[in-house]
């Protein structure tokens, strides 16, 4: 059974940092597209970032306006895992994060609708 779960969530002040982490099982997602999405209480999950798989060309990153320049996403084949480090995080980045594999190209402002594997999310609280 293909499974991600996600872990380094918990509390931080605004302006601080905190790295999450993906570890995928029981097959290998490194021909996937990976990305991150986070859902506040009361609102829809919505897309934060996506790497593609890597090849001898390289891979692609996309990330949500709201995010870019403070998120950083990648990944480690070896290791079967993504990452996602959050810099100079702000209250409205509180959320549930939950890490997503799509058996497909990575795109810009993904959909939820578009992933195949999910993990079971992580809190994130930033207080200020």
């Known amino acids: 059974q293909a499974q991600l779960v996600e872990s380094g969530g918990g509390l931080v002040q605004a302006g601080g940092s905190l790295r999450l982490s993906c570890a995928a099982s029981g097959r290998s997602f490194s021909r996937c597209s990976m990305g991150w999405f986070r859902q506040a209480p009361g609102k829809e999950r919505e897309f934060v970032a996506v790497v593609s798989w890597s090849s001898w060309s390289g891979s692609s990153t996309y990330y949500a306006d709201s995010v870019k320049g403070r998120f950083t996403i990648s990944r480690d084949n070896a290791k079967n895992t993504v990452y996602l480090q959050m810099n100079s995080l702000k209250p409205e980045d509180t959320a549930v994060y939950y890490c997503?594999?799509?058996?497909?190209?990575?795109?810009?402002?993904?959909?939820?609708?578009?992933?195949?594997?999910w993990g079971q999310g992580t809190q994130v609280t930033v207080s200020s």
């Open positions: 997503a594999a799509r058996n497909g190209p990575a795109q810009p402002m993904g959909a939820p609708n578009d992933y195949d594997y």
